[in-house]
């Protein structure tokens, strides 16, 4: 009877063991289909939200990269800027240094004329630069740099590399002024190249042409003849170019300076030797 039982005890352990194995082997796959269609589910919703947010993602930061691009823009904007401002800079510079050399390169032309045009007549006291000139319509004269700090005295003549200018009026410790011979109160002795006529000049009303205020024994220049400065009342030297005649009247006549009076920039004060 124990025999009997202890059998059908083994059976049914046996039969129970069958079905717990199946269960356990249903269940597995039961879970590994779940996984994988949990996975392909995954994926699914993954990629319907790829497609869904990326649109809405783009749009939300579209705004954030225009703004990095404006950013990235305006900094380009200000080193140009920058660069451009240096490149202004240096261009001031240069053009300084250019403006320079032109004054320096001028001035030796106009020293290097000065010194050619100086004739063994006169003794060269002063190079100096006009610094100021009358505006008036009567009056012509200049004032230049250079006054009794450099022995500047009254009556001396002033030239420049074309020939005579005016003489000395007016000095200060600094500064001198200079009447042209265009004014029509100078009175300036000239005789022609030739020694053949002696007169007197003066400034004209316009100041443009010097005409004659005396005539030595009436003899008149021709047209066209150089007039220089004679000495004979021993304030200007002799042998410096006045001006050419260019009009010949019964008791008088014109002449153009040779200086050009609306371009003096530097002239030379000189003594007779």
Do not use: C, H
């Amino acid at each position: 009877m124990v025999s009997e039982n202890k059998i059908n005890f083994s059976i049914k352990r046996k039969s129970s063991s069958g079905i717990l194995i199946s269960f356990l082997f249903i269940l597995s796959f039961i879970l590994i289909l779940f996984n994988k269609t949990d996975y392909v589910l995954i994926n699914n919703i993954k990629n319907i939200g790829i497609d869904v947010v990326s649109p809405i993602t783009r749009f939300i930061s579209s705004p954030v990269t225009i703004v990095n691009n404006v950013a990235i823009r305006l900094n380009n904007i200000r080193s140009l800027e920058l660069k451009n401002a240096k490149l202004k800079e240096e261009i001031s510079r240069l053009k300084k240094w250019q403006t320079l050399a032109i004054k320096n390169s001028r001035e030796n032309r106009v020293y290097k004329s000065l010194l050619n045009s100086t004739t063994n007549e006169v003794e060269i006291i002063k190079t100096a630069s006009v610094i100021n000139e009358s505006p008036g319509i009567y009056n012509k004269f200049i004032t230049i740099n250079a006054g009794i700090n450099y022995n500047i005295i009254k009556d001396l003549a002033v030239i420049n590399n074309k020939g005579l200018i005016g003489k000395i009026i007016y000095t200060s410790k600094n500064n001198s002024k200079v009447l042209l011979i265009t004014d029509s109160n100078s009175s300036v002795p000239v005789k022609t190249l030739s020694d053949t006529s002696y007169a007197i000049m003066s400034g004209s009303s316009s100041g443009k042409y010097l005409v004659s205020t005396f005539t030595k024994e009436n003899k008149l220049p021709k047209v066209g003849d150089l007039l220089l400065t004679s000495g004979n009342a021993k304030v200007f030297p002799r042998d410096i170019l006045v001006g050419k005649v260019i009009k010949v009247n019964e008791d008088n006549f014109f002449a153009i300076p040779y200086v050009d009076f609306n371009n003096l920039s530097y002239v030379q004060i000189v003594k007779s030797k």
